[in-house]
DNA sequence: CGATCAGTTGAGAATGGTCAAATTCGGTGG
DNA sequence: CCACCGAATTTGACCATTCTCAACTGATCG
């Protein structure tokens, strides 16, 4: 069998479950039909029905709502490998917006194919599963960010953890990483002004702690940044699944 | 086949999908292994290893998390018919712990259980993994509550989910349902101190709008809390599904 | 009848929001 | 190359929401 480079999303899975030729072959059909969308572009629209999922492969995109006050809530970053929509396809319709935050590559894997997959494919079925119990945990930890951590803490573990997730797809050292997230972005996913947003990014700056700017965020003291955020990474890279 | 009153898992379960009677067979056995806990006892510990889910049959859970500070932060309530733990289970290893609020039964379900079943009943599979993503949907609502409601729309938005997923298992109606909520619960899932809870909560009443108070939540006036919040449950007992 | 725990209230402090005005910076057209 | 534009960032001043501390009430239970 023909393989180029894998793409990020073979890279996650294979890492942690055995994938069979058959089940990489389906993976491989998953990420056929690739598209395109340039910066800004909605790939998803909340309420929207009868609708695909989408694979990133290169780029970022977010997931959010909109409140009718006007204010948005940033739910998500995804990155390269994550998977766009998979919860609005399981509920036929989609409970958020999807947009597109810098040009990006994506597969559209329409709703029937993936309903196909889970149907015959049990051990894809439990990597799949596996993929959206990690993505909830990250969102119970982005409650935990947004209930019980000031200001200062929620941002410094953010960045932490998105930091840890681009190191999975090799996107990121323990230096920093490259990141097209502006400051506002950064408010509404952690429930700031953008105001605020500024003075705090600020602080950690003047302490010494990380700069975010200009595209790129470096961590100047990743010890005292783990230790004051408390962050543990477990979550993401958990080797265990049912698969083993 | 010899078949008593249908479990609360099964009712949510068979009112979106139409499950065979091995199906059928497979929840029951499920829900074979009965276990009592008392209030306060806790059935899942962070960090813990090597566990079991259960189903929730009588009674109310809680799932939270504990930050250095002391602070806790509780991520979702449990109702009957929900999964406990489930997440845990699929990374084998528990990133939160869950603690009985009421005299609780549940069955407690070994992993390799489940693991056998996803593996081979790929239609149950596919509607554990809809129990997930619907899951997912409610932390997702809930980081919006967190990150950008006022903590009063924040209340009133939080009180009504529960309403819609009570109701789902017949335990509320229009009017109101029984809750074994504690205001310093509820200031930990909002994200609140207790002290403001409890304005909050009196401010709500003063309004006309709900009443939470000895163990029962009251509705007023319905629609304007669902305008105010802009509450929305589809996302709660959406009839879709990947098995139609 | 203490003891304990949930709920209630007040006063002052802290965190974070709003409004408004610079300033920087990367493009874009002349 | 330079002037200009719009978006992102930065800063100040003031305001609102929410927190903390502390005291007090009320119910429940052995």
Not at 22 to 29: A, K, R, S, V
Not at 34 to 52: A, D, K, M, V
Not at 135 to 144: I, K, R, S
Not at 227 to 242: K, P, R, V
């Amino acid at each position: 069998m023909k393989r180029t480079v894998p793409s990020p999303l073979q890279l996650k899975l294979s890492a942690r479950f055995a994938l069979s030729d058959e089940e990489l072959t389906i993976i491989h059909h998953f990420e056929r039909c690739r598209r395109t969308f340039l910066t800004g572009q909605e790939l998803i629209h909340e309420g929207q029905g009868n609708l695909s999922a989408f694979i990133l492969s290169k780029g970022w995109a977010f997931s959010y709502k909109i409140l009718p006050s006007g204010n948005r809530q940033i739910i998500e970053f995804q990155i390269p490998g994550d998977f766009l929509g998979l919860r609005s396809v399981l509920f036929h319709a989609s409970d958020h917006s999807i947009e597109a935050l810098t040009h990006i590559e994506a597969s559209e894997v329409p709703t029937s194919e993936i309903s196909e997959a889970l149907l015959h494919h049990p051990r894809l079925a439990s990597a799949v599963l596996w993929a959206v119990a990690r993505d909830e945990a990250m969102v119970v930890e982005h409650v935990v960010d947004l209930g019980r951590r000031s200001a200062e803490e929620r941002t410094a573990h953010f960045l932490l953890e998105l930091g840890a997730r681009l190191k999975l797809v090799k996107m990121a050292d323990k230096t920093g990483y490259d990141c097209p997230l502006t400051q506002s972005h950064l408010a509404d996913a952690l429930g700031l002004s953008s105001v605020h947003m500024n003075r705090v990014l600020r602080h950690l700056r003047e302490q010494g702690l990380l700069t975010f700017k200009k595209g790129r965020v470096v961590f100047h003291a990743l010890g005292r940044l783990n230790s004051m955020t408390s962050f543990d990474s477990t979550y993401l890279d958990q080797e265990g699944s049912l698969l083993q």
